[in-house]
C-alpha cells in the first residue's frame, strides 16, 4: 500500500492543496511475483504467487544502456520557494504547525531503462528505505532514511524523522540544536 504526502489530509482537518494532477492519495496492489533486494544481506531475492516466471525474463530485448529525459520543469521559482519557507517558519513561530514539508515539483519525462536510475541511486545514496514499483504506465523510484510505516501482525509503527527544533529560553541550547540541524 503506498500513501501520497496528501493521505494526511484524511485524519487531519487542513487545507486540501492536493493537485488533480499528482498521483492518487493511496494506492493499493496485489503483486503476483516481484524482486526485493535486502541491503543487510546483500541479496536479492524473487517471490511469486501462482507462476514462478524468473526464467520467462527476456533480457536479450532490455537495453539497459538507454536513458534520456526530457527537459526539466519545475512548478515554482526560487522567490516563491523561500516565501513559503518565510510562512512556514511564522507559523511555526505563532504555534499553528510544529513541523512542514516543504516541497518543488519537478515534471519530465523519462525513456530507457529507469532500473539504472534506482541502481544508481542505490549508489549516491544507501538509505535503508529504497523502492522501484512499476504502477502501470508509472514508474515511482525514490530513498529515504526513514521508515514511515511498518505492519507487524495488529501493530502499526511510525518512526518519521522531524527536520524541527523547538526554539527555547536558551540561546546555548538553541544554538547546539541549530547546529545540529545545519551539519547532523
Do not use: C
Not at 106 to 111: E, R
Amino acid at each position: 500500500m503506498l500513501f501520497n504526502y496528501d493521505a494526511i489530509r484524511l485524519w487531519e482537518k487542513i487545507p486540501n492543496s492536493h493537485d488533480e494532477n499528482s498521483s492518487p492519495i493511496m494506492e493499493f496492489g496485489i503483486y503476483n511475483d516481484g524482486i526485493l533486494y535486502d541491503n543487510k544481506q546483500k541479496k536479492s531475492f524473487y517471490f511469486y504467487y501462482d507462476t514462478n516466471r524468473i526464467n520467462s525474463l527476456d533480457y536479450d530485448n532490455t537495453d539497459f544502456d538507454t536513458f534520456s529525459l526530457s527537459e526539466i520543469k519545475e512548478n515554482m521559482d526560487k522567490e516563491y520557494f523561500e516565501k513559503m519557507v518565510k510562512k512556514a517558519k511564522q507559523y511555526i513561530h505563532d504555534g499553528d504547525i510544529f513541523q512542514v514539508v516543504l516541497s518543488k515539483k519537478f515534471n519530465f519525462n523519462a525513456s530507457g531503462d529507469l532500473l539504472r536510475v534506482y541502481k544508481s541511486l542505490r549508489q549516491i545514496n544507501p538509505s535503508p528505505y529504497l523502492y522501484h514499483i512499476k504502477l502501470g504506465n508509472r514508474t515511482m523510484i525514490g530513498s529515504s532514511p526513514e521508515m514511515l510505516l511498518r505492519v507487524t501482525g495488529n501493530t502499526v509503527e511510525t518512526f518519521p524523522i522531524a527536520g524541527t527544533r523547538p526554539i527555547t529560553n536558551d540561546e546555548k541550547k538553541n544554538e547546539f540544536m541549530k547546529e545540529e540541524l545545519l551539519h547532523g
